[in-house]
């Protein structure tokens, strides 16, 4: 079965080399033109660029799926299958009808739950014990399309958004692998979505929604500082410096105000919250300066506690 790959990230490069572990026959590989990266602004490949031309994988990059010079191109492969795994853009119609078999498409959650583009932020950020992959048939409307299949995990009470998207990429080249087996096989099966106002859309993230508010519960502020990683981060404003939060979690009983530091020590920096309890920060960065332990930023910037 004739298989094209279509993405962009670490999440699609995840997917694309376990295809390439189980055999796959993988035709060519469409991901984004090479962007400029890092301070020398040098042309950078797409992670599944790199991988794909490491693996002798054909590689596309069209500017727009568009033109009909791009969907010629794409229907004299030939494909059975085309896999889509974090491409970053809307794909016309006319590429949806291009394989034989069918275009399915790697969603980091359990859809219908967080369609868009923040599904694995947004699960963490509303403190969810559990999230997945869906690998759904591919519509035109975004994250519309029918199931295919859903592979489901745990969320880790402290896990980050940063460490999640690595467990659920594996996971989404878990998946795509057995979807690719049932389509092979004629035992795919279809499950309409059904959206209600119970399930979230997920939403662009954005600087916004970084600033800490202490009014809010510990709880709520953990999930807030392990959902906005590796962007845009949880900020907070401490003694007239600006801080990202990486690493927080849930502290003691206190009778302070929401917002005043209660202690900072070596076990990190306490703050009330609004539900009584404190919000422990171990790690962060101050503006200018780098990623460390709370412990080690007092060593050099002492607070004190008044």
Same mark, same amino acid.
Request: aromatic share 6%; charged share 25%.
């Given at each position: ?13 995840? *997917?694309?080399?376990?295809?390439? +572990?189980?055999? $796959? ?13 890092? %301070? ?14 490491? &693996? ?17 191109? /794409? %229907?004299? /492969?030939?494909?059975?299958? @085309? ?10 119609? &006319? ?15 359990? =859809? ?9 932020? $947004? ?15 591919? &519509?035109? +409307?975004? #994250?519309?399309?029918?199931? /295919? ?5 745990? @969320?880790?009470? +402290? ?23 049932? =389509? %092979? ?34 709880? +709520? ?9 590796? $962007? ?10 600006? $801080?990202?939060?990486?690493? &927080? ?12 530091? *209660? ?13 009584? %309890?404190?919000? *422990? ?5 101050? #503006? ?16 004190? @506690?008044?």
């Amino acid at each position: 079965m004739r298989v094209v790959f279509m993405g962009t990230p670490d999440f699609g490069a995840a *997917v694309l080399r376990r295809l390439v +572990e189980d055999g $796959w026959q993988i035709a060519a590989a469409y991901t984004q033109p090479d962007k400029p990266k890092n %301070r020398g602004m040098k042309l950078a490949p797409t992670p599944v660029k790199e991988f794909a031309v490491k &693996a002798g994988i054909p590689v596309y990059q069209p500017e727009s799926c568009r033109s009909e010079a791009v969907l010629e191109q /794409l %229907r004299g /492969l030939e494909p059975d299958v @085309i896999v889509v795994a974090a491409y970053g853009k809307l794909l016309p119609q &006319a590429l949806l009808d291009i394989p034989r078999v069918a275009i399915i498409n790697v969603h980091s959650s359990i =859809l219908p739950q967080y369609r868009g583009a923040a599904p694995i932020n $947004w699960a963490v950020l509303n403190g969810d014990g559990e999230t997945g992959v869906t690998i759904q048939y591919m &519509a035109a +409307e975004l #994250d519309t399309g029918d199931i /295919l299949l859903v592979k489901t995990t745990p @969320i880790g009470p +402290e896990e980050d958004a940063g460490e999640l998207y690595g467990r659920l990429a594996e996971l989404g080249g878990e998946a795509a692998s057995e979807a690719l087996a049932r =389509l %092979r096989d004629g035992t795919a099966g279809r499950t309409p979505q059904v959206y209600g106002p119970q399930y979230q859309y997920a939403s662009l993230l954005s600087r916004e929604m970084s600033p800490m508010d202490w009014s809010r519960p510990a709880r +709520e502020l953990v999930n807030q500082v392990r959902g906005l990683i590796p $962007w845009p981060c949880a900020t907070t404003d401490v003694a007239g410096v600006r $801080w990202k939060v990486f690493r &927080a979690h849930v502290g003691e009983k206190t009778g302070e105000k929401p917002g005043r530091l *209660v202690s900072a020590g070596k076990e990190g920096i306490a703050v009330a919250c609004g539900d009584g %309890r404190t919000l *422990v920060i171990t790690q962060l960065q101050a #503006d200018g300066g780098k990623r460390m332990t709370a412990a080690d930023y007092l060593r050099g910037h002492p607070i004190e @506690i008044e």
